[in-house]
Antibody, heavy 116, light 106 residues
Framework: QVQLKETGPGLVQPTQTLSITCTVS????????MQWVRQTPGKGLEWMGF???????EYNSEFKSRLSISRDTSKNQVFLKMNSLKTEDTGVYYC??????????WGQGIMVTVSS | DTVLTQSPALAVSPGERVSISCRAS??????MHWYQQKPGQQPKLLIY???NLASGVPARFSGSGSGTDFTLTIDPVEADDTATYFC?????????FGGGTKLELK
């Protein structure tokens, strides 16, 4: 069955870089767009960006200058890297699969705290 | 960006019917989707493209609307429906979410 799971650090210092891995099973990354969505106390749910089935990317302009999404199809993994973290970036980060314009499967999410 | 406005909270009794609204700041055609999120869990798809029930979702849930005004209806409400409900549009870029409606049972 379809599964997604995020892994990464729970605590990141301000100005540092956040790196999260989404490992998927039950489907191929070459057939679906994969999204990153975060949920913060200040802004709620925010779409961050996606990587297409073909490997190209699109980012929310809100994050464009500091966000990078990539993947390793051989390992069924999608990666998020975001630099210059601020305390306002504290929240839960989700990977989600896009199917016909909606998010049909979500990972369990990973809580990230930005603090010194 | 397209702003989606939801009322913050609703309280209903089990067995009643509840309608949760979502208003978009600009038209989104029928590309409005609804998710349920329980505390500590990820969002779960309930309704896609305004009125289509996602796989495995009870028929007590239904959706309607087009353009800028959309409604998620639960009839009848059960105790397990206590959760926050989010709308999300994918017609305009970037995709955006509503602030969520917290449903509480009396």
């Amino acid at each position: 069955q379809v599964q997604l799971k995020e892994t990464g650090p729970g605590l990141v210092q301000p100005t540092q870089t956040l790196s999260i891995t989404c490992t998927v099973s039950g489907f191929s990354l070459t057939n679906y767009y994969m999204q990153w969505v975060r949920q913060t106390p200040g802004k709620g749910l925010e779409w961050m960006g996606f990587i297409r089935s073909g490997g190209s990317t699109e980012y929310n302009s809100e994050f464009k200058s500091r966000l990078s999404i990539s993947r390793d199809t051989s390992k069924n993994q999608v990666f998020l890297k975001m630099n210059s973290l601020k305390t306002e970036d504290t929240g839960v980060y989700y990977c989600a699969r896009l199917y016909n314009y909606y998010f049909d499967y979500w990972g369990q999410g990973i809580m990230v705290t930005v603090s010194s | 960006d397209t702003v989606l406005t939801q009322s913050p909270a609703l309280a209903v009794s089990p067995g009643e019917r509840v309608s949760i609204s979502c208003r978009a700041s600009e038209g989104v055609n029928s590309y409005m989707h609804w998710y349920q999120q329980k505390p500590g869990q990820q969002p779960k798809l309930l309704i896609y493209k305004a009125s289509n029930l996602a796989s495995g979702v009870p028929a007590r849930f239904s959706g309607s609307g087009s353009g800028t005004d959309f409604t998620l209806t639960i009839d009848p409400v059960e105790a397990d429906d206590t959760a926050t409900y989010f709308c999300q549009q994918s017609w305009n870029d970037p995709p955006t979410f509503g602030g969520g409606t917290k449903l509480e049972l009396k």
